[in-house]
């Protein structure tokens, strides 16, 4: 209740702020906006405080000093960057939002500081009557089903980021390796077409301590694609088409065949016996421990990933490319913001001006970077300041210079990816868990951390974990869950 007494309060005032600009004379009525005036400068200077998670950087009031001097004949602005690594990011932004703290920009998403829940409680801006005024510029941009992905009841919340609006499953590997054995990874489509793979590899290399790792999201379980809702609910694709009927994850025969399988390769030593509580794959790969393991990826994902370690590693995409929804990543707008119009300027020009983005992302040119040509730059390992490698949480991705050691078509190969998605089988579709329903939509939640881990991972044998993890799924309401997906689903499958 206090966030939306809060938002309230915003709102009115820059009611207030209207009605004042409506007696001033101004000629051009209908570029007087709430707030503050399109197309001029404001003479009253604001300070905005944007939260990103990223590592610590050094030099931050250094590019904070320069992107004030650009912002000043723009919008007349200051930059606070506010830096909070990953274990300190949802814990603050959490703790700030409740208290009803002031600041103005934010990243949020489906995974961390969930959009959905934060803007459904008043902490977001609601932006949707400004997108075609101090957003105009940036809405342009957009793809008309990425954004509309991002709306909540009609109303948006946040900008996603504007990058790659597509997904694709494949495999990252060590490409020495592959070529070593004659091994063109494009035809393993799955896990068990690669075991013969992983064992002579096992065998022949021994120098690398397990073929392939995986963690929770990166199994056998997770190379198939579905819809999930809720907790152990699912409505899975085959074929490019969907199922028809919402299932138990657990029960399913999807589930069933990829935890034999993880367990197979976690007996066989294929995969790393330590991977209940080892979670940093990348850094594994990077060590030279493994082979292989699988990711959602997109164009130079693989190279962006392992930029500037010299390691040789190569990607390839085998499941169809799916377009994706934007709540992956996503800059909101507080209500608790004392200038939100300003805000929303601001990020106006974070997706349209790409000297504003590069600053933000590369920092200060000379000294955290050097430009090898026109779009292509050079940043040295103990440069003091680079978002380069979150640079998806923000802003447009395509305004962006490339690292060296990036493919030069690497935006093109983007766009070109993008085109190539196709819609997901139930496109549009939005299944949401009713009030009523929330005390088994915890219970079933907390099932799932207790088993789900465990068994996709290949650490437990499933024939002895399954059927007491479905047992404790019914008794904690799976099944209620299921029927209202269910309800929901049928009823958008009548309208399609």
Known sequence: MKLKALLKNVMCVGAVCALVLSFTGCKNKEAMIKGEELGKVPVEPYEINWYIQSPS??????????????????????LKINILESSQYEKKMGTMIAAGEAFDIAFTCSWLLNYATYANDGAFFDLTDYTDTYLKDAIQLFDEDYLKSAYIDGRLYA???????????????????????????????NFEELEPVLKMI????????????????????????????????????????????????????????????SRRFYLEGLVNPDVLTSTNITQRFQEGKTFVYMENLKPGKAEETYRGKNIP??????????????????????????NPYRAMRFLNLLYTDPVLSNLIVYGVEG?????????????????????????????????????KSEDPEKHKLLKEFNEAAMP???????????????????????????????????????????????????????????????????EWKAKQ
């Open 159 to 189: 900008l996603p980021t504007l990058k790659e609006i597509a997904s694709q499953k494949g495999w990252v590997y060590r490409k020495d390796i592959a070529e070593k054995y004659n091994l063109n990874m494009a035809d393993y489509k």
């Open 57 to 78: 950087q050094k030099d931050v009031s250094l590019v904070e000093e320069k992107v004030n001097e650009y912002l000043k004949d723009k919008i007349n602005a200051t």
């Open 424 to 490: 997901t089988p139930v496109r549009d579709l939005t299944i949401t868990i009713p009030q009523s329903l929330d005390v088994q939509k915890m219970a079933v939640t907390t099932v799932k951390k207790q088993y789900r881990k465990q068994l996709v991972l290949g650490a437990v044998d499933p024939e002895q974990v399954i059927d007491q993890y479905i047992s404790e799924l019914k008794a904690a309401g799976i099944d209620e869950l299921i029927a209202e997906c269910q309800r929901q689903y049928d």
């Open 202 to 261: 096992k065998e022949k290399e021994p120098s690398i301590q397990y073929p392939i790792d995986w963690t929770e999201d990166r199994t056998a379980f997770n190379l198939n694609d579905f819809y999930s809702p809720v907790a152990d609910v699912a409505i899975f694709f085959e074929n490019g088409k969907a199922r028809d009927k919402v299932e138990n994850i657990i029960e399913s025969d999807i589930m069933k065949k990829s935890a034999a399988i």
């Open 367 to 403: 000294v955290h970077y050097t430009k090898i040509d026109e779009n292509r730059v050079d940043v040295p390992e103990n440069t003091g300041y680079s978002l380069a490698n979150i640079q998806w949480m923000f802003g447009n991705v395509f305004n962006n210079y490339l690292a």
């Open 313 to 338: 590693v190569a990607q390839v995409g085998i499941t169809p490319i799916y377009k994706t929804d934007g709540l992956g990543s996503m800059n909101a707008v507080s209500s608790t913001s004392k």
